[in-house]
């Protein structure tokens, strides 16, 4: 779903950094292409990216937990149990979320239960601006459907398309919430200049 988003995102005219985990996906054309192949490299790589974006769209699923220790070299079979010590891994959109500022995110979420309800949570939590909420069926597919919901509580549901098409969706509602922060952006700016004067 990422690289399809890449390639929707290049497409409409966009710079795009695609910072992808180890996949069998040849690098979309025209992306400028990060791969990384652990939860702690992503985190770093979608920082520096962030750093000179306009907007993000998370879709990876890093992993929630890592081993508290990491062996060199391949452990011999015991006799006895083995207790495996995890730890959580970087929550890498709440980390972007934190300082985000006036850039916009959106974010995904895949539920099997509670799935709207899990959904808001999350897109508050994370301070997305948007989630795509993920049907189960999409995983390995080649078809998704989802709920698009946006932070104001409405919700698009996209039925089954391909995952191009998707990804075509998704820049669309992008690109409509960025203008709406430049818009918001500007009116705050002029009020700001109306006020200074008046002051004079």
């Not at 974006?53 to 083995?82: E, F, H, I, N």
């Not at 916009?104 to 508050?124: N, P, R, S």
């Not at 698009?148 to 075509?168: C, N, Q, V, Y």
């Not at 919430?177 to 500007?186: I, N, Q």
Request: aromatic share 4%; charged share 25%.
């Amino acid at each position: 779903m990422g690289y399809a988003i890449a390639r929707a995102a290049v497409a409409a005219g966009h710079r795009v950094t695609l910072v992808s985990g180890p996949v069998a996906l040849p690098p979309p054309n025209g992306v400028e292409t990060i791969h990384v192949e652990t939860g702690a490299e992503m985190a770093r790589a979608a920082k520096r990216a962030f750093r000179s974006a306009d907007a993000a769209v998370l879709c990876a699923a890093v992993c929630d937990y890592r081993p508290a220790v990491r062996s060199k070299r391949k452990q011999p079979k015991l006799t006895a149990g083995l207790q495996l010590t995890l730890v959580p891994t970087e929550d890498i959109a709440a980390s972007l979320g934190r300082i985000k500022g006036a850039r916009v995110t959106i974010g995904f979420a895949l539920e099997d239960h509670d799935g709207l309800a899990h959904a808001f949570t999350k897109m508050q939590r994370k301070r997305f601006d948007a989630i795509v909420l993920n049907d189960l069926s999409n995983i390995g597919g080649d078809q998704a459907s989802a709920t698009f919901i946006l932070a104001d509580g409405t919700m698009i549901e996209w039925p089954s398309s391909s995952k191009p098409r998707m990804g075509h969706r998704i820049i669309r509602e992008l690109e409509k919430l960025v203008a709406l922060r430049s818009d918001l952006g500007r009116l705050f700016e002029r009020t700001s200049r109306k006020r200074r004067s008046s002051k004079r």
